[in-house]
């Protein structure tokens, strides 16, 4: 048996099986985050920036992704519907960049960005890869480990596909907007 921890976790046992709980949900999680904070890095802002400025949209990202990263790992089934709707989100979130943005097939058939945000070409071979790896996961974790969530949370997720799409758009011109009136280092490449 392992022990016991109160508080955040709620009474979940902690040990071995607490640290392998939910890793394709975590490692989703991870590739959000990368996702995101690679857009800031490479200077074409993040989601929330044009309205909450860089410096709070990165921390409520961190805190958001960080937060659900530990949850991952230590919630009982119980919390499987939780889990559910943020893959359900992150593959929605991967597939409206995917089907949103200009894009090329690969030699498989699988849709490859050009561009993307603000992000030329160039960053595509490091973009794409965070992409893939963060949607891959999402999907993982749908089918492996949120078992007892209902089955149609992540597919009301994935309805968000158009609205997302047309969210990343509008992002993406507010965006451009602030960085022509006030050019900084979290704007640099639009």
Request: with cysteine.
């Amino acid at each position: 048996m392992g022990s016991y921890r109160i508080g955040w976790t709620g009474g979940c046992r902690v040990g071995s099986d607490a640290a392998a709980r939910r890793p394709l949900t975590r490692l989703a999680t991870a590739g959000l985050a990368a996702h995101i904070f690679f857009e800031l890095g490479a200077g074409v802002g993040m989601p929330a920036a044009s309205v909450l400025g860089p410096v709070p949209a990165a921390g409520l990202w961190a805190l958001g992704s960080g937060t659900l990263w530990r949850a991952a790992g230590t919630r009982p089934a119980s919390s499987d519907g939780v889990f559910a709707v943020c893959n359900g989100v992150g593959l929605a979130a991967v597939i409206a960049h995917l089907r949103g943005w200009p894009r090329r097939r690969t030699r498989l058939g699988l849709p490859w960005l050009r561009e993307c945000e603000g992000l030329g070409p160039e960053l595509m071979r490091f973009y794409n890869p965070i992409l893939y790896v963060s949607g891959a996961a999402a999907l993982g974790a749908l089918l492996r480990e949120n078992r007892s969530a209902p089955r149609y949370l992540p597919l009301l997720a994935l309805g968000l596909v158009p609205l997302f799409i047309v969210t990343q758009h509008a992002e993406h011109w507010r965006l451009r907007e602030i960085a022509r009136q006030r050019p900084g280092w979290w704007n640099r490449r639009l």
